[in-house]
């Protein structure tokens, strides 16, 4: 099977749930005026967890989790799923000697859900408010899938003054769509598909990925996870309706070509080779090729929610990668 017809063929025809970690313990404080002086953080009664929330500069509350104590880790999370989406890679990576801190994007999860600014370059610029109310610096930071977009975003509209190590992990760049100028690109029907089928049953496209192309569960011989299509499911209907539309074309004609050249940090690119929804070939061979000091770590038979389906294997690489 190609990967053009693995994708556009299993994406819309696929059923099974799709939900996750939703509830938040706590309550968030009320926000500030600016980004840049906003974490509104509220510690509860003792044995409460604490709900964080900034402000960014156009006025979107972003909620985000903040775990241990060390150099800083930001993980920026996929498409249409929210911070709980990183909940293995946060644990382990706070319980052996780092600070972890995964936002939801705004319009997905616990975050505001604006009618405008569902884009990449607001994207990019929520998480450098996130990153400067926060104060954090020597930062490695992860991006997922279309969180690969965001973070690769970031550093091309903001650099990296305050990042030591960047992660892509079945990240979208350099582009996905196909174009004059990508012509090995998935065809635009594909993503037209998407949107078409968010409009008529998002919740039936939730279960339709989840239980088929995103972790591979379409596959002969895979044995389904209930939990895991559950858990994506329940946070991509946490995601607004709109911003999850507009964050369609976001992560597929968003090109970061020129974003990934400006790369100049120690990057950590992973992949599997059997992803049916950013196929392996366009996006992490190509970023390697574009990015000065790369290290590229292919999972044979991986689907796209490796995060999951291989988490351990990705914690190890990602905890490693982080102390070296």
Request: aromatic fraction near 8%.
């Amino acid at each position: 099977m190609t990967d053009r017809a693995s994708f556009a063929d299993t994406l819309l025809s696929r059923r099974n749930f799709f939900a996750g970690s939703a509830a938040a313990a706590g309550l968030a404080s009320a926000p500030a005026a600016s980004a840049s002086s906003t974490t509104a953080s509220s510690t509860q009664a003792e044995g409460r967890k604490t709900v964080s929330k900034i402000v960014t500069r156009d006025g979107v509350e972003i909620y985000y989790k903040d775990w241990g104590k060390g150099q800083p880790v930001v993980l920026s999370h996929g498409w249409p799923l929210s911070a709980d989406s990183w909940e293995s890679q946060a644990l382990h990576l706070a319980s052996n000697g780092f600070r972890v801190i995964a936002h939801d994007r705004r319009g997905h999860g616990r975050s505001s859900q604006p009618w405008d600014g569902n884009d990449m370059d607001h994207y990019a610029d929520d998480l450098a408010d996130v990153i400067e109310a926060l104060d954090l610096r020597d930062v490695f930071l992860v991006g997922f899938s279309t969180g690969g977009g965001e973070i690769t975003r970031y550093i091309g509209r903001h650099g990296t003054g305050r990042v030591a190590k960047a992660g892509l992990i079945s990240a979208v760049p350099p582009l996905m769509a196909r174009t004059e100028a990508n012509p090995e690109g998935l065809p635009m029907e594909v993503f037209d598909g998407l949107r078409a089928a968010s409009i008529a049953d998002r919740s039936k496209l939730y279960r339709d990925l989840a239980s088929g192309p995103f972790f591979g569960f379409n596959r002969p011989g895979a044995t389904a996870s209930e939990g895991m299509i559950d858990a994506f499911w329940l946070q991509g209907m946490m995601a607004g309706h709109k911003n999850a539309y507009d964050s369609i074309k976001a992560f597929s004609e968003t090109d970061f070509t020129e974003d990934l050249k400006k790369f100049d940090v120690p990057t950590l690119i992973v992949h599997g080779d059997d992803d049916q929804i950013v196929p392996i070939g366009r996006s992490a061979h190509a970023a390697a090729k574009l990015v000065a000091n790369a290290t590229l770590k292919v999972y044979p038979g991986a689907p796209h929610g490796l995060g999951d389906t291989h988490k351990q294997q990705l914690n190890d690489d990602l905890l490693a990668f982080a102390r070296g």
